[in-house]
């Protein structure tokens, strides 16, 4: 299915970056003429904007604090409310969307530079690089701006637009694919990136695509796409089938001693076991988690950490905030850049996880329930347990026979002898915790089709998300609409 033509437009208004944390890429004005400025090039390939603002906004973990907070910042009011974001600074949909394409046109940049200088021994690992940061790129504006995936309709919904090739305009027009047609395109750069890919060539592992990381990422597209075996193939192949070495030890001695600070900083690093790939985006998300009006809550609180749950446990993870307005988890250290050395202003950076060993053992439990290999699921379910679980906080300590769970054990708390639901359920309820303030609960909604209903903190307003509300869907920026682009459905 064809739709209107709608111009993207890269421009620097939405996309000012003067990083100190990453490498600088070149500009795209110079010749890459070399292995060397490829490489330096792709470091511009991975989206620096940051969608946790909106999609955690959007989500159930975030409550009413009520008119005490001084903010109604349209940023984190309306994603809450379901509304349309018509902001285009740092940390909204627009935002994202043109980091998202710049990220596809740098990618686009190197492969062209790639073929031209026609040097494969040299090259061949650049290409794979480039491959994977394209396709991850489109598959977040896909999650982001269209419907989920369903095998059965994705080849009449529509997509978002598939850039393939370098930008030699200023404005350019393209057409705005099917889902299909989306998801067939990013298979393909997935697949024929994935054996190109060399480890070695990285400075720092964790700013790149290494081969661990692409899995992951495949991991969690097939998870996205149906394709169940997949999904659990792509998990093995990134470290084998025991990856508990690699997960967020949060119910350890070690990490309950950690400062505010260091927590903060750790959450977020290379040193963090679990992040297989992290970006640099220009946000202050950091700054904002705590004071946002719309976002954590006591009532959360006692509901998914302090709440009742399967393990029968409590979950370790760390809550900060001197009022009850202030919940938190230190997930995010700000570097802040001055726009020179004696301004009082700048642009706030956060590193963001991108893909975690913690969401790749989560996706491969769900994929093995929905092939009805549920011994492993739970295998999996209860190797999370043991990162996370302990007895209280009083009593430090993670008991395999009182927290592991069982077939059984599952389906009495979940009452019901649907074991693979059942285990669907826990893989939820797990994700929803470990990723508290990362954004990735909007994923799980979207895919499962989860209702949502936000009320104020009077309780006289409800805003709700249905099954098939259209503010699933993030909208289009408004340059693109107004260039004649079908909008989605409001």
């Known amino acids: 299915m064809k739709r209107k033509l709608f111009t993207i437009i890269f ?56 008119m005490m907070m001084s903010s109604n910042n349209p940023i984190n009011m309306n994603p809450w409310m379901f509304k349309d974001v018509e902001e285009n600074d740092q ?54 701006f269209s419907k989920d995936y369903d095998p059965e309709t994705a080849g009449q919904e529509i997509g978002i637009p598939f850039v393939d090739k370098p930008e030699k305009k200023v404005l350019k027009k393209y057409e705005r694919g099917t889902l299909k047609s989306v998801y067939d395109a990013i298979e393909k750069d997935l697949l024929e990136g994935i054996p190109l890919l060399d480890d070695n060539r990285y400075k720092v592992k964790k700013y790149h695509f290494t081969t661990a990381a692409a899995h992951a990422f495949a991991a969690r597209f097939y998870l996205f796409k149906h394709d169940f075996e997949k999904a659990v193939s792509h998990t093995n192949l990134a470290f084998g089938e025991d990856l508990s070495r690699y997960l967020r030890p949060v119910n350890t001695t070690g990490f309950s001693s950690m400062e505010y600070s260091t927590l903060e900083q750790w959450y977020s690093s290379i040193d963090n076991p679990t992040n297989l790939l992290l970006a640099e985006a220009a946000s202050s998300w950091g700054r904002s988690i705590a004071a946002n009006r719309f976002g954590f809550t006591m009532t959360l609180l006692g509901d998914l950490i302090s709440g009742d749950n399967v393990t029968t446990g409590a979950f370790a993870y760390p809550i900060f905030g001197g009022t009850e307005v202030a919940l938190h988890i230190p997930k995010f250290r700000e570097h802040f850049v001055r726009e020179s050395l004696n301004a009082e202003y700048g642009i706030p950076f956060n590193m963001i996880p991108l893909l975690t060993v913690d969401e790749m053992i989560l996706n491969r439990a769900e994929a093995f329930a929905r092939i009805k290999d549920f011994p492993r699921a739970i295998n999996d379910l209860n190797t999370v347990i043991s990162k996370k679980v302990y007895y209280s906080a009083d009593m430090p300590q993670y008991v395999p026979q009182v927290h592991n769970v069982s077939e059984s054990k599952l389906n009495t708390y979940y009452g019901s002898t649907n074991t693979e639901e059942n285990i669907i359920k826990a893989v939820l309820d797990f994700k ?59």
Request: glycine share 4%.
């Open 11 to 66: 421009t620097s208004v939405f996309l000012t970056s003067c990083s100190k944390f990453l490498e600088t890429a070149p500009d795209l004005r110079t010749e890459l003429d070399s292995p060397t400025k490829i490489a330096e090039l792709l470091t511009s390939a991975y989206p620096r904007g940051n969608y946790i603002p909106f999609t955690e906004s959007a989500s159930d973990n975030a409550g009413d604090k009520g």
């Open 91 to 144: 940390d909204t949909p627009t935002y994202y969307w043109y980091a998202a394409y710049k990220a596809i046109g740098a990618a686009n940049h190197a492969l062209e530079a790639i073929e031209k200088l026609n040097r494969p021994e040299e090259t061949s690992s650049l290409k794979g690089e480039a491959l994977l940061a394209r396709a991850y790129a489109h598959h977040m504006l896909v999650i982001l």
């Open 432 to 490: 929803r915790r470990e990723f508290l303030f990362e954004g990735l609960r909007w994923f799980d909604i979207v895919r499962h089709k989860i209702v949502i209903t936000h009320r104020s903190y009077d309780e006289k307003e409800t805003y709700t998300l249905g099954i098939n509300s259209p503010m699933r869907m993030f909208q289009l920026p408004a340059e693109v609409i107004l260039s004649g682009v079908q909008p989605n459905p409001r």
